[in-house]
């Protein structure tokens, strides 16, 4: 299967129904990935995100909606999302591809590492250089490779037949060391829960930690004191006849520890929300 979308979605589904499957049987997605619904952890949480809030309050004063208490109570048994797919699988990645997003290539090497699921990336390879005739559509969105289509189409062969008859070669920190940095971002700045539990009350993130002490420096006392900044998740609208603003646990904080310069101590609470935009509309 190729692509993000269309090809690669559709042959990992046929492929996990087919009736021909064997032991054998092996899983090859270019430029593509796992989708998350293989993620037992996820697909369970997909049920009760369905439920939205609605206007109609049993009584008193719902500001925002209503959602009876626990609606959306979610979270998964381990830190790591992980696929649950029932072939051995391989997404092949280029460094340089336009249309496929190098965060979500990274999602998938995040969250299926220790698992017989592999994930590599191919050095300067574009979306381009796999196919034989290329849509004005394609080519427009696409980078320019650096590899040229030729090496990329040894590199991707030399994976395929590796990950068919000697699968423990396919193990390098080539992977590791491009995709660090979005594991640093996603998981630990953001708390992102499409890499981490998928909870609403569980978690946090840096970036909003952060952002309560960059909205108050510089200090007046000149900056002296030390700062611990901290945040929490909580879904703001999961109880019912409370309005957020009188909820202690979702009131920000900030305290000052007596010393030598002093110690700020700050909570901030987040909601984890989620919006689809286009390349147009983020660029």
């Not at 000697?166 to 979005?182: D, M, R, W």
Request: hydrophobic share 40%; aromatic share 8%.
């Amino acid at each position: 299967g190729m692509g993000e979308v269309g090809g690669a979605a559709a042959a990992q589904r046929y492929a996990a129904t087919a009736t021909t499957t064997g032991a054998k049987a092996r899983l090859v997605l270019l430029a593509g990935f796992l989708e998350r619904v293989w993620r037992p952890d996820i697909a369970a949480c997909m049920k009760t995100w369905s439920i939205q809030p609605t206007l109609k309050c049993p009584k008193g004063f719902c500001p925002g909606g209503y959602l009876k208490d626990g609606v959306h109570n979610c979270s998964a048994p381990t830190k790591i999302p992980r696929p649950r797919y029932p072939l051995p699988s391989l997404s092949i990645g280029g460094e340089l591809d336009g249309l496929v997003r190098m965060s979500r290539m990274a999602e998938a090497w995040y969250t299926q590492q220790a698992t017989e699921h592999e994930v590599k990336l191919v050095m300067g390879m574009s979306h381009s250089d796999l196919m034989s005739s290329i849509p004005s559509a394609v080519a427009a969105q696409d980078l320019p490779s650096e590899c040229g289509a030729a090496e990329a189409r040894t590199q991707v062969s030399k994976l395929i037949l590796d990950f068919l008859l000697a699968p423990e070669s396919l193990e390098s920190s080539a992977e590791a060391e491009i995709f660090g940095p979005f594991v640093e971002m996603f998981v630990k700045e953001e708390g992102s829960w499409w890499w981490t539990l998928n909870s609403d009350e569980e978690g946090s993130s840096e970036w909003a930690a952060k952002a309560q002490q960059r909205l108050v420096e510089p200090l007046p006392c000149g900056g002296g004191a030390t700062w611990h900044a901290e945040n929490e998740f909580h879904l703001l609208s999961d109880e019912g006849l409370i309005p957020p603003y009188y909820r202690p646990k979702h009131r920000p904080n900030l305290t000052r520890d007596e010393g030598t310069e002093g110690t700020l101590r700050s909570l901030t609470v987040a909601q984890l929300r989620y919006v689809e935009l286009s390349v147009l509309q983020v660029a």
